[in-house]
């Protein structure tokens, strides 16, 4: 039976590439991700140091979920589970730069499917914020109570979408050069 160890460990949405190198890290020293898990929560296999590389992709919604893995596998690529992050990895091959999207524009395809469940996210967070002013004037702790729920949510929202538009801004103007 192999031992497995749960850790958590939480990133934000814009934090993808620091969570790959946390994976690998760890694989290094034995652990290696056997599932990914909600809100910060993973599973590790104890086991040898490997040295594995780790993937990210977003997605909130895949359409033929078996194409979709059967491509990544097709490349090389073990899908580990997720919901709307999807976990890859496959062994390092020394200094060769692993990824799995190998051009810019599919990058940017990613980076653009988080901004808009965010953004989505955002709008409907702050029209919700909005309707609800007029109603809590008349009551006092509903208002509180609203807005110590709200206006965090919307700051979490509004800092994704800045910062993920900046990672795509990034990624454009890479791609000109």
Partial sequence: MK???NKRKWFWP?????????????????LHLSKPGLY????FEVGQPK???????????????????QLFEDSGWEHLG??????????????????????????????????AFYGGFLLIYFTLFIALIGPRQRIPWLNLALTLTYVPLLLICSISVIKISKRIKELKEGFKD
């Fill in 14 to 30: 814009w934090q993808d590439q620091e969570e790959e190198k946390w994976l690998e890290t760890l694989s290094k020293n034995g």
């Fill in 51 to 69: 040295d594995y590389v780790y993937r990210l992709d977003f997605h909130s919604k895949i359409k033929d979920t078996e194409t979709y893995i």
């Fill in 82 to 115: 997720g919901t709307t992050w999807q976990y890859f990895r496959k062994v390092s091959k020394g200094n060769d730069l692993t990824e799995i999207f190998t051009d810019n524009q599919s990058k940017i395809n990613k980076y653009e499917r988080i901004l």
């Fill in 3 to 5: 031992e497995i160890i």
């Fill in 40 to 43: 910060g929560k993973y599973s």
